[in-house]
């Protein structure tokens, strides 16, 4: 009898530990999977918003680093993690 007692004494344990797990931790590792994925795919012609909210478009692509127009013949230089979000192409 004593062992049963001890197993349900675990139970609240391992159940707060599973709603951490599937309502904390799996959305953030999901999401941050999903922008890694993002600013791998970044190239020439995309148009995005850094992280401190200026809009402009990739011109130049060298590795960790981007140039980005952000005014018609104003390049700034900036890190891939500084893009926030790739906006969707305007037709």
Do not use: C, H, W
């Not at 590792?29 to 970044?42: F, G, I, S, Y």
């Not at 909210?53 to 390049?75: C, N």
């Amino acid at each position: 009898m004593p062992q049963n007692s001890a197993l349900m004494q675990l139970v609240p344990f391992i159940a707060v530990a599973a709603i951490f797990y599937f309502l904390l931790i799996r959305p953030q590792q999901k999401q941050l999977k999903e922008t890694k994925n993002m600013l791998d795919a970044l190239k020439t012609g995309d148009k995005v918003v850094t992280r401190g909210g200026l809009i402009g478009l990739v011109t130049t692509v060298k590795g960790e680093e981007l140039e980005i127009e952000i005014a018609k013949g104003v390049k700034a230089l900036f890190t891939r993690s500084a893009v926030g979000a790739v906006l969707p192409q305007s037709k």
